[in-house]
């Protein structure tokens, strides 16, 4: 599976095959049947994990027990709770998966060492989490500014790799949207297109 993390690094980031070893070296496989979780709240987030294959889901509990899906995580995509890595502190999220998969991982102490080693990893970084934020800013401006249906046909045209592979009720969660909303305006959508 590293192949997979190797051919997705070498298409954003110039690293010499000396640096990609560094990097292999230090990372751990680890596979995952579906609904396992590798996160649960309450923990303290302390890796960097990349998906080679899979699909995972961030969420947490609401006051009334319901989940909220906050992110989602497919092949060749980075999931975690910056929150909790970047403070050390106990995670409010579970982050899980919704098919097998397999992750790569490295420890947080591996990961800042690799940085400081590889430039063009660290400016790689940088950018992974500038990116990070400009998504979940523009997320927020449709959480609060966009209708159902825009917010359904602005998932599916940013997440077309996500939206078949995700149970309804958790896609309807991330779009704060009730299920029955979802399924209307599903059908809706299919009977116009």
């Given at each position: 599976m590293f192949k997979v993390f190797e051919a997705y690094l070498r298409q954003k980031v110039t690293i010499s095959d000396e640096e990609l070893e560094l990097i292999r070296?230090?990372?751990?496989?680890?596979?995952?049947?579906?609904?396992?979780?590798?996160?649960?709240?309450?923990?303290?987030?302390?890796?960097?994990?990349?998906?080679?294959?899979?699909?995972?889901?961030?969420?947490?509990?609401?006051?009334?027990?319901?989940?909220?899906?906050?992110?989602?995580?497919?092949?060749?995509?980075?999931?975690?709770?910056?929150?909790?890595y970047n403070h050390e502190k106990p995670s409010e999220y579970n982050i899980e998966a919704l098919a097998a998969s397999t992750v790569l991982i490295w420890t947080k102490d591996k990961w800042e060492e690799l940085m400081k080693t590889i430039p063009a990893l660290k400016l790689f970084n940088e950018?992974?989490?500038?990116?990070?934020?400009?998504?979940?800013?523009?997320?927020?401006?449709?959480?609060?500014?966009?209708?159902?249906?825009?917010k359904y046909l602005d998932f599916q045209k940013t997440y077309p790799s996500v939206f078949n592979k995700v149970p309804l009720h958790m896609v309807a969660s991330y779009l704060g949207i009730s299920r029955e909303t979802l399924s209307r305006i599903r059908k809706d959508f299919t009977k116009h297109h």
């Open positions: 070296a230090v990372s751990v496989e680890r596979k995952l049947r579906k609904w396992q979780s590798i996160l649960h709240e309450g923990e303290v987030w302390r890796i960097t994990c990349f998906i080679a294959s899979g699909c995972f889901r961030l969420y947490r509990f609401g006051e009334d027990g319901t989940d909220h899906t906050l992110r989602f995580g497919v092949e060749n995509w980075w999931i975690s709770d910056q929150e909790s950018q992974l989490l500038a990116r990070g934020y400009e998504t979940s800013q523009r997320r927020i401006f449709s959480l609060i500014s966009y209708s159902a249906e825009e």
